[in-house]
């Protein structure tokens, strides 16, 4: 039980960190092409408690699907 809790755990950090990474990108392709924008005002678009709701839940319901797929083969 503890190792599957851990695998949620850095299944799910996982995906987040790929959609921060992903919505990172789409920051600065979008401030670059309007005159360009820092990192840090960057950061402080993305981190928003909306966004990490849509993170959380994506993660959560892409860790099922990945699980169920793994019971099934």
Same mark, same amino acid.
């Given at each position: 039980?503890?190792?599957?809790?851990?695998?949620?755990?850095?299944?799910?950090?996982?995906?987040?960190?790929?959609?921060?990474?992903?919505?990172?990108?789409?920051?600065?392709?979008?401030?670059?092409?309007?005159?360009?924008?820092?990192?840090?005002?960057?950061?402080?678009?993305?981190?928003?408690?909306?966004?990490?709701?849509?993170?959380?839940? #994506?993660?959560?319901?892409?860790? #099922?699907?990945?699980?169920?797929?793994?019971?099934?083969?």
């Amino acid at each position: 039980m503890k190792r599957k809790c851990w695998r949620l755990v850095i299944e799910v950090i996982f995906i987040m960190f790929l959609f921060y990474s992903n919505l990172l990108m789409g920051e600065f392709e979008r401030a670059n092409s309007a005159g360009g924008k820092s990192l840090a005002d960057a950061l402080t678009d993305i981190f928003t408690v909306t966004n990490f709701a849509i993170g959380i839940s #994506a993660s959560l319901v892409g860790y #099922a699907i990945v699980e169920f797929l793994r019971g099934k083969l």
